[in-house]
Each structure stands twice: as C-alpha cells, then as structure tokens.
C-alpha cells in the first residue's frame, strides 16, 4: 500500500483491492475551482497509472462548493476520463452539510446512468468500503 497527498487531500493506492482512497481536507473550504480540477485531475492521473477500478471518497470533511460550472466541467472532462481507465465504482461517505451534499449527488446523478460507472452513497466508512468489495460483475 502507498499514500501521498496533494493540497486538499490525502491518498492511498491498495494494489489488492485495486481501490484507491480519497480523503478530503478540511482546508477545502479555502479551496478555489482550480484547486478543485486540479485534485481530480491527479486522482485520475494516479487511477490510470497504477490500474486501479475503484474509488473510495471520504468526503466528510469536504467543505467546497460545487457550483453547476463545476459540476459540468465534472461531467464533461472527469468522467469520461474514469470510464476510459476503467474505473467501475466509486464509494462516497457523505458530508454532515446537506447543501455539500446535494452537490456531490447531483454531480454524479447524471452519471449514474452510464452501465460501466456504478456511484453511492454512504453514512458510514465501513458501508461504502463493503459495496465497494463486492465482486464487480463482468
């Protein structure tokens, strides 16, 4: 297992599980749109370099705004990018703030339509963590 950090948040890569985990910061409340694309430009960097098909989110400390600029530049240069690499899942632990938390929905919900890219939501680590190693089916 490896871990590193950017900016806003940390990582870690499990080769056997083939997930990486994704732990928000909480100095994302001083956290601009640029700091924003520039994370999940490393995140996909780090899912296509090392092969990884799932993502965990702990995002409960995640104070950012997603603003529907955001969200479409999300949906337009993000996801396109995780199916392209295969990534299958994505786990979300949810912020306590339910506006934080209608953003990261709605940024996924169009999302969630696409067969190869299966997104949730959870209250807790150890929910999200079991969907996520349920076996993918083919």
């Given amino acids: 297992m490896s871990t590193f950090k950017t900016t806003f948040a940390k ?8 997930t990486l985990t ?5 100095n994302t409340q001083v956290m601009g749109d ?6 999940l430009t490393a995140v996909v960097d780090v899912v296509e370099k090392e092969g990884l098909n799932k993502i965990y989110v702990d995002a409960r400390q995640y104070f950012h705004t997603l603003v529907p600029e955001l969200q479409t530049w999300h949906d ?3 996801v396109p990018k995780y ?10 632990v949810m912020p306590e703030d339910f506006f934080n938390q ?5 940024t996924f919900e169009e999302d969630t339509a696409i067969g ?17 190693n349920i076996a993918l089916v083919a």
Avoid: C
Avoid at 116 to 130: D, H, P, R, V
């Fill in 11 to 18: 990582f870690e890569i499990n080769q056997t599980s083939k």
């Fill in 22 to 26: 994704m732990i928000w910061q909480p």
């Fill in 34 to 39: 640029d700091g924003f694309k520039a994370t």
């Fill in 76 to 78: 337009s240069q993000i």
């Fill in 83 to 92: 199916i392209k690499v295969g990534v299958k899942r994505i786990a979300f």
């Fill in 102 to 106: 209608v953003a990261i929905e709605q």
């Fill in 116 to 132: 190869s890219l299966q997104t949730q939501y959870f209250g807790s680590e150890s929910e999200a963590k079991g969907w996520l």
